[in-house]
């Protein structure tokens, strides 16, 4: 199989959530929690990952919220590989070793960012998403 090429088309927020009261109250441990789901437009070669990204309470109260997608530009996505369910509109892609771990960590890099912007001027400013996070969407993602 020759190397696909792939291009970043855009990167665009579907919403952001932020509870000031939460952020503010210092006693309430928050932790980061990220997930994924990905979506394709095989006619126009698009692979779109949907990124969800936030800071929650053990009693699971949203601190922060963010989602966003980020979607590429996938030379040849339809030679692929892959199998159709036409009862669910969706394709199974046998990418390539190694394709969809450089894509999650593009995408862990840039929740990281962007989530920085949103929590500028809260306790979390300078609690960044951690380092070798898209290592755990990894091994989540192959479970």
Do not use: W
Not at 24 to 35: E, F, N, R, V
């Amino acid at each position: 199989m020759n190397e696909l090429k792939v291009s970043l088309k855009r990167i665009a927020e579907d919403g952001f959530t932020r509870n000031d009261e939460i952020l503010a109250d210092a006693s309430k441990a928050l932790a980061p929690q990220m997930g994924f789901e990905l979506l394709s437009d095989i006619n126009k070669n698009l692979l779109t990952i949907v990124a969800h990204v936030g800071y929650v309470t053990p009693a699971k109260e949203v601190a922060a919220a963010l989602r966003f997608r980020f979607t590429l530009e996938v030379d040849s996505l339809s030679n692929l590989e892959h199998t159709t369910s036409p009862q669910k509109g969706t394709h199974q892609y046998k990418f390539p070793n190694g394709f969809i771990e450089a894509i999650l960590t593009d995408v862990y890099a840039t929740a990281r960012i962007l989530m920085a912007q949103k929590l500028a001027g809260t306790r979390l400013e300078n609690a960044y998403l951690p380092f070798g996070g898209a290592g755990s969407l990894i091994r989540n993602m192959r479970k």
